[in-house]
Nanobody, 115 residues
Framework: QVQLVESGGGLVQPGGSLRLSCAAS????????MGWYRQAPGKQRELVAT???????TYEDSVKGRFTISRDIAKNTVYLQMNSLKPEDTAVYYC?????????WGQGTQVTVSS
């Protein structure tokens, strides 16, 4: 049974930082492309960042230079370091694992950026 469990969300002031974690189990973590998505109220879910099995990364334009995705193979965990947070980053953040036709999602963690 595959599980993706996110943690690290919360309330932070504009300009602050958070680090999200996603612990994966039940899959061969090293084979999967891992990603972070987010969904703000009333908006569609959007891709934030991905990291491939070869550690290539991609970022949505609005987070480039502020967010960093990384993975720890030994811990089966993917991270999203978020710096210089803005109110428009407020959303539920979801972890995603993808390998060929297999796609899995976490339950999401809320990030709120507000003063």
């Amino acid at each position: 049974q595959v599980q993706l469990v996110e943690s690290g969300g919360g309330l932070v002031q504009p300009g602050g930082s958070l680090r999200l974690s996603c612990a994966a189990s039940g899959l061969r973590f090293s084979l999967y492309t891992m990603g972070w998505y987010r969904q703000a109220p009333g908006k569609q879910r959007e891709l934030v960042a991905t990291i491939s099995s070869g550690d290539s990364t991609t970022y949505e334009d609005s987070v480039k230079g502020r967010f960093t995705i990384s993975r720890d193979i030994a811990k089966n965990t993917v991270y999203l370091q978020m710096n210089s947070l803005k109110p428009e980053d407020t959303a539920v953040y979801y972890c995603n694992a993808r390998y060929r036709w297999l796609v899995y999602w976490g339950q999401g963690t809320q990030v709120t950026v507000s003063s």
